[in-house]
């Protein structure tokens, strides 16, 4: 465990770089690209001289570099700004709780992706050469090429106009039955993508002297599989477990919207519509933030997982 | 078999098993019903399916589609989705009832002239005088409205601090409001506190349209006690004097409104109002009885129509105070020539473009006031679809032809991937009438609005809402050169002396013949090409009764009444 811990504060430095250059970016396109939060919200009475008189008082016709400093501090003393199209609430009281319903559904999700794409493709490895490899490959493909907005219509009509086993729209929490279909289609496409590698691991996995020798030694292959062949062909996952955690934060546009979830996808693609600056932004920094933090969390848990990674000065052994 | 073989059989096999599973579950279960946009119709032998896809029985709750206001705060409100809430939580001096007559809300009867209400001063101002009902009392509280807390509402609307967008176009008339919202006076001299129920407003000249302005949001009464104790979050759950009130709102998934048991035009029948705001297929919602009122949109109205439909009983249609148009920046090349203009115009055939693009969802437009608005003529007639005559203009204008034009763009407001079908089916037409190609170019909403403010279209399309029932909130502040919002450009002495007298003419008929005047120079001068006027599409179950559509935002939940 050594070189864990300088690693991890070494990486952490980089954290207000990043962030800086991200907020930086997106606060200058934001504010010269066209189109301006009051005159959004000013909807179809749009007089130039009043958009000039409130554009003044909000502070938006101030140089953008004063702009970006005030906007900083506030970050700074934990104010992440107001929303224009929420009627001024704060930008955190919007954001935090829609990325909450978005990580939720995004976990059963993910859930449901490994749950079945990682056995799927085990089974796949392992039954290279019968017809079950490539049948089960097949069907995930055909899942994966299946866009979220055709699923969900589909999935609408079966399910809730025919069979009335769900309700049609709304979100009522992780433990309901709201949550069914929208994660399940939002599930189905990544299977095939989980299980293929999965295979192609367990494959290379298969191959490796320490399985043959498992095999020899007598083990019954459950054993063989669970204990020496799993544990090492999950390795390269947990790369895409972490990343698909931090996607978890951004939300599924067509799903939310086809299904009334309130969701932070649906409210980023909202917010840049109306140019809600704060809740832009607000987004841009809290989705950076998670991927730099999950990328370092990663690089901890393969410490852990493969006992041949270690982390020295001049970084991976 | 070998390798290949088996997997091209595997691939086909599980192809056929997903796909059958599909459609036999679908098709066992028999048809009947609309869908979201899908080729399955309504077979012959629909019949009512256990619990039914249409008809349920109520909650006691009326649950309507909605979306999330802006803001609640009524100094603040900007668009029709905050005034839908407002208009039903909060009130003011005075209201619109269904059938779009001014009527009085906190003010005890109408001030007119005959009784003593109206007063034109001798410096050519005008005093309104109101005398305020006493038994309105804000809601949550029991403290009665005075006329000191209109004074407060009005004049915190137009404080500059309160950065209001709209308080000046509704309350700028009064005399000293223009000052405030300037920051040049700390309070507005035209509004003035008699006593606890009297109040005067002072108007800067004979504007018949200012009754009608008060009845917008802007002019309504707040709680002053409840916006100084919490500036910046009283409006979250405001006290109003409207017929409902604020039971709870939870950002993005509903709003629920109660009924005022203390409301002084009669208590509410419907006790409990529940908008949905996440969205998601409304039609589906509906037809799972998860809410009682849907929209139906081009993609539906065939099969919500079709006469074998269970929908089909209850679906409604209410005409709006909206317009959409083509409009012409008349400053710029070769839109700054009428009779090109006027080629244009006569080179599309609406009605056409109506019957099968738009499916006859939506009205031709024959002018730019609308049926039902007063002043609305109906003997108007926008300029005729002339393929001869607008080649003719064409050759008659500066540029000879088609040939000597340079590139006309139409802009519209989309996503990019779709133009708009009508839109499509008139740069066909210009083509094939006109000999003019039209490039097409779509920008999302707030670019395209910044575009057209500044100048840089030359042709668009795009749309007006009423505000209040009055031909001066279209054809004044669209045309009338000095106009802010004269989008156009368009100057014409002639129509701007029309329009000048119009506003302060105190004879009904004889300001609304100037009107329909000016719209006639608007049509003739083609400055606006008007194309439909709105008209919404709905289906409502058959125990929600009076849902009126009314053709602006005006309250109306309470007039509604559920069967049970």
Do not use: C
């Amino acid at each position: 465990m050594q070189g864990i811990l300088p690693y991890i504060l070494r990486r952490l430095l980089w954290v207000p770089l990043i962030l800086i250059a991200v907020s930086f970016i997106a606060f200058t396109v934001a504010r010269f690209g066209p189109g301006d939060p009051i005159s959004v919200a000013m909807g179809q009475f749009r007089d130039p001289e009043v958009l000039a008189r409130v554009r003044h008082e909000k502070g938006l016709d101030k140089p953008v570099l004063d702009q970006y400093r005030i906007y900083v501090w506030n970050v700074l003393h934990g104010d992440l700004g107001e929303s224009y199209r929420y009627g001024g609430r704060p930008v955190s009281e919007i954001i935090f709780p829609k990325m909450w319903v978005s990580a939720q559904l995004g976990l059963v999700a993910l859930i449901i992706t490994f749950g079945v794409g990682i056995p799927a493709g085990i089974l796949a490895a392992l039954r290279q050469g019968s017809w079950m490899d490539p049948a089960a490959i097949s069907l995930l493909l055909f899942f994966r090429s299946v866009p979220v907005l055709i699923t969900v219509p589909v999935m609408l009509l079966v399910f809730v106009l025919k069979l009335h086993w769900f309700p049609a729209a709304g979100w009522e929490g992780i433990f309901d039955k709201h949550i069914v279909i929208p994660a399940l289609a939002l599930s189905l496409p990544g299977i095939a993508g989980v299980a293929r590698l999965m295979r192609a691991t367990t494959l290379d996995v298969l191959k490796e002297d320490y399985v043959r020798t498992a095999r020899a030694k007598g083990l019954p292959e459950f054993t063989v599989v669970s204990r020496h062949v799993a544990r090492n062909a999950l390795l390269p996952l947990v790369t895409i477990i972490g990343i698909s955690l931090v996607t978890l934060l951004e939300g599924a546009f067509f799903a939310e919207v086809l299904m009334g979830i309130p969701g932070i996808g649906r409210e980023a693609f909202d917010s840049v519509k109306s140019r809600d600056y704060d809740v832009i932004l607000g987004l841009a920094l809290v989705l950076a933030a998670a991927f730099i933090v999950a990328n370092i969390v990663i690089d901890i848990a393969y410490t852990f997982i493969d006992p041949r990674v270690r982390y020295q000065r001049s970084g991976v052994t | 078999m070998n390798r290949l073989t088996g997997f091209v059989l595997a691939v086909v096999v599980v192809l056929v098993l997903a796909i059958g599973v599909i459609s036999a579950v679908v098709i066992v279960r028999g048809g009947g019903g609309g869908g979201e946009g899908q080729q399955a119709q309504p077979t012959k032998a629909a019949t009512a399916e256990g619990g039914g896809e249409t008809g349920g029985k109520s909650t006691g709750e009326l649950r309507l589609p909605g979306s999330d206001p802006i803001t609640l705060d009524p100094a603040l409100a900007a668009d029709a989705a905050s005034a839908t809430y407002i208009v039903e939580i909060f009130g003011g001096l005075v209201t619109i009832d269904p059938k779009l007559n001014i009527v009085p809300d906190i003010a005890r009867e109408l001030p007119t002239r005959e009784n003593g209400g109206i007063v034109d001063n001798p410096d050519g101002t005008v005093t309104y005088t109101f005398h305020l009902r006493d038994d309105v009392v804000f809601h949550n509280t029991s403290r009665l409205v005075t006329a000191s807390d209109f004074k407060y509402s009005m004049e915190r609307a137009l404080n500059p601090r309160t950065a209001s967008t709209v308080a000046e176009a509704y309350l700028g008339d009064i005399v000293g409001a223009r000052d405030m919202v300037r920051g040049r006076a700390d309070e507005v001299r035209g509004i003035e506190v008699v006593d606890d129920s009297t109040l005067k407003l002072t108007v800067d000249a004979p504007k018949p349209y200012f009754l009608a302005k008060l009845t917008y949001p802007t002019g309504f009464v707040v709680d002053r006690q409840q916006v100084e104790a919490n500036p910046r979050n009283w409006s979250r759950k405001p006290n109003g004097t409207g017929p409902y009130k604020m039971r709870e709102w939870s950002l993005g998934e509903q709003i629920t409104l109660e009924a005022n048991d203390r409301y002084h035009l009669g208590k509410p029948s419907v006790k409990t109002v529940t908008f949905l705001l996440s969205g998601g297929s409304v039609l589906t919602m509906y037809q799972n009885n998860e809410i009682d009122v849907a929209g139906v949109g081009v993609n539906d109205i065939e099969s919500v129509q079709d006469p074998t439909s269970d929908l089909s009983a209850e679906y409604v249609t209410g005409d709006d105070f909206s317009i959409s148009y083509i409009g012409f920046n008349t400053q710029t090349e070769p839109f700054n020539d009428p009779k090109v203009r006027q080629a244009f115009a006569h080179a599309i055939d609406r009605e056409k473009i109506a019957e099968v693009v738009l499916k006859d969802m939506l009205p031709v437009a024959q002018g730019v006031m609308m049926s039902g608005l007063p002043g609305h003529n109906p003997q108007s007639k926008a300029l005729s679809f002339d393929p001869e005559l607008a080649q003719q203009l064409l050759k008659e204008s500066k540029y000879g032809g088609p040939d000597g034009l340079p590139t006309v763009t139409i802009t519209e407001v989309g996503g990019g991937a779709n133009v708009g079908f009508d839109t499509q089916a008139m740069v066909e037409m210009w083509k094939e009438n006109l000999g003019v190609e039209v490039e097409i170019e779509q920008t999302e909403a707030a670019t395209f609005f910044e575009d057209l403010d500044s100048g840089r279209l030359q042709m668009f399309v795009t749309g007006w809402i009423m505000d209040y029932p009055d031909p001066e909130d279209i054809l004044d502040i669209h045309f009338y050169s000095q106009s802010r919002l004269n989008n156009t450009r368009y100057s014409n002495p002639e129509l701007d002396a029309l329009l000048e007298q119009a506003r302060t003419e105190q004879d009904v008929n004889r300001r609304l013949s100037l009107y329909q005047q000016a719209e006639q120079i608007v049509i003739e001068e083609a400055v606006w090409v008007p194309l439909y006027n709105g008209r919404d599409h709905a289906l409502v179950k058959p125990y929600v009764k009076d849902f009126e559509f009314p053709p602006m935002v005006i309250p109306h939940l309470r007039y509604v009444t559920i069967e049970q």
